[in-house]
């Protein structure tokens, strides 16, 4: 799943490490939800959302992911 947690951190002026204790998770998890290798939970998905200063949609790039994922259903 696509988001902006990379940018929004370089943004905020903090390292992976700084960002991960903020939420509570390790660095290796801010790294793999980078890259993009791994999904927040919901409830991680809000914590970095609060400490980024940005809704869940954003973070998250809902609306582009959900047209990504109806574009998929429609190519079946």
């Known amino acids: ?3 902006k947690v990379k940018a929004l951190r370089t943004a905020a002026g ?3 490490q700084q960002l991960a204790d903020l939420v509570h998770v390790s660095s290796r998890t801010i790294i793999s939800i ?3 290798q791994y999904n927040p939970s ?3 998905a809000y914590r ?3 400490v980024l200063g940005v809704s869940m949609e954003e973070l998250c790039c809902l609306e ?3 047209a990504l ?3 998929q259903y429609e190519d079946l």
Request: aromatic share 0%; proline share 0%; hydrophobic share 40%.
């Open 1 to 3: 799943m696509k988001n």
């Open 14 to 16: 903090l390292t992976q």
């Open 34 to 36: 980078e890259k993009e």
């Open 42 to 44: 919901l409830m991680l």
């Open 48 to 50: 970095l959302a609060l």
């Open 64 to 66: 582009e992911n959900k």
């Open 69 to 71: 994922e109806d574009q």
